[in-house]
């Protein structure tokens, strides 16, 4: 998690109050350091092609480079809503800076002590994944989730969850205390997976997690049953 900050160019999800982030941290031999670098680099991309977002790779030269760094490179992706680039990742050798003030060091071949090199970068941006998600997968009929997460959670399986609907209800008739509120949760929730679980019997589905349908789909699957029995 890291402390985002403030501007006329941070606004939205561009730069929240703070966000969360898969940070990469590896402790390398020397002669591998770079090797290790190019590694984290080719992570980072294989990601970005697989969500096929469209972005660019910035090799930074020695003016924008951080005090602490020895070589980053800068992972962005275009904004269509703003017309312009987004910092969405930085991965950065920092050699023996880091190692230094760590004491983190190592006997080489020849018995002597050597300092590690230190690598670090952040595997995305998430709100920054999403924003370039919503704004590059715009279609007419909505947003098209990208081809490579259809397949996890909520994306294969968007129906809400009976969570949802019993505390909307318990808090919309004023249950809002904690005690009760615990109770009468985990009895509607039994009750919500009962009926799943009846359903699913009825009509010969997968036992599986709750989901909600509507009273047209139920017609349509007992109508396609009677018609395959007949």
């Avoid at 880091?98 to 002590?113: I, P, S, T, V, Y």
């Avoid at 690598?119 to 998430?126: D, E, K």
């Avoid at 009760?180 to 039994?190: D, E, K, M």
């Amino acid at each position: 998690r890291e402390a985002g900050s403030y501007g006329a160019h941070v606004r939205g999800l561009n730069r929240l109050h703070q966000f969360d982030k898969v940070e990469i941290l590896r402790v390398e031999h020397p002669s591998k350091s770079y090797e290790a670098l190019d590694g984290m680099v080719a992570h980072v991309k294989s990601i970005l092609e697989e969500l096929k977002l469209p972005y660019r790779i910035l090799r930074l030269c020695g003016g924008d480079l951080g005090f602490t760094s020895a070589l980053t490179y800068d992972f962005e992706v275009f904004s269509t809503a703003q017309d312009r680039w987004l910092e969405i990742s930085s991965i950065s050798n920092f050699e023996t800076f880091q190692a230094n003030r760590l004491k983190l060091r190592f006997k080489n071949a020849e018995g002597k002590n050597e300092l590690a090199h230190t690598l670090n970068g952040s595997s995305l941006a998430l709100p920054r994944v999403l924003a370039g998600i919503l704004e590059n997968y715009q279609t007419e009929a909505g947003i098209v989730i990208p081809e490579v997460l259809q397949g996890l959670g909520k994306v294969k399986n968007p129906w809400p969850n009976v969570d949802a609907h019993s505390g909307a209800i318990l808090v919309h008739y004023g249950l809002k205390e904690f005690g009760y509120y615990t109770v009468l949760f985990g009895v509607s929730r039994a009750l919500g997976v009962l009926a799943a679980s009846c359903w699913s019997r009825a009509m010969g589905l997968p036992l599986e997690r709750p989901k909600s349908v509507t009273s047209d789909w139920l017609k349509q699957v007992i109508a396609d049953k009677l018609a395959a029995e007949a």
